[in-house]
């Protein structure tokens, strides 16, 4: 079975997240965190059929909020390397992954 792996700043992009909706109405933020991680479990099944963005990461578009998640496969390890709002700026979404 998979393993799914978070990098420190994939962490960061949850978090930042989970503060920008839970400062629009409380108790948003923690469904944005429940949201995004549900797809990011769904991996386990999923990873490797998502489209390939930035030349080496595959994207996973979020079910319920505007955001998607950058990862990559080694092996049997799912890598997630950002958890992104999609209303940035691609060329600043680059950067960020690169």
């Known amino acids: 079975m998979r393993t799914i792996e978070f990098t420190e700043s994939a962490f960061n992009d949850i978090d930042n997240g989970f503060w920008f909706y839970e400062g629009q109405r409380e108790g948003l933020g ?3 965190e429940s949201s995004i991680m549900a797809d ?3 991996l386990h ?3 490797g059929v998502h489209q390939i963005h930035f030349g080496r990461y595959f994207r996973k578009v979020a079910r319920r909020f505007p955001w998607s998640i950058y990862y990559q496969i080694d092996e049997d390890v799912i890598r997630i390397y950002a958890v992104i709002d999609d209303r940035r700026d691609p060329s600043w979404v680059n950067e960020q992954l690169n």
Do not use: K, T
């Open 30 to 32: 923690s469904y944005f």
């Open 45 to 47: 099944i999923h990873a």
């Open 40 to 42: 990011i479990r769904a």
